[in-house]
């Protein structure tokens, strides 16, 4: 069956780096464009990045642009994300999804989240 299983996900001080890694399985992963979401308590989930599905084009929230890294492996069927100097407000559950669409279906896959605080 289809899984993202996202890890990576910690406390660390601001300014601080992570990195987030989602590894996909039960489906045709280099057909898919894969996305990292966010959602911090109180607030609506946002797009945080995104990465067309052979890795040639990159798009990142204006937040985010310029510290966070999106890339693809693959032949590992897995996402990253690099998150460099960190700030409290980057705090939230980070979310991997996964898109294809066809000429009949779109497909849209979750995970579960993992969860990324920013503090001292």
């Known amino acids: 069956q289809v899984q993202l299983v996202e890890s990576g996900g910690g406390l660390v001080q601001p300014g601080g780096s992570l990195r987030l890694s989602c590894a996909a399985s039960g489906f045709t992963f280099s057909n898919y464009a894969m996305s990292w979401y966010r959602q911090a308590p109180g607030k609506e989930r946002e797009l945080v990045a995104g990465?067309?599905?052979?890795?040639?084009?990159?798009n990142y929230a204006d937040s985010v642009k310029g510290r966070f890294t999106i890339s693809r492996g693959n032949a590992k069927n897995t996402v990253y994300l690099q998150m460099n100097s960190l700030k409290p407000e980057d705090t939230a559950v980070y979310y991997c999804?996964?898109?294809?669409?066809?000429?009949?279906?779109?497909?849209?896959?979750w995970g579960q989240g993992t969860q990324v605080t920013v503090s001292s």
């Open positions: 999804n996964a898109w294809y669409r066809d000429y009949l279906y779109t497909y849209d896959y």
């Open positions: 990465i067309t599905s052979a890795g040639g084009r990159t």
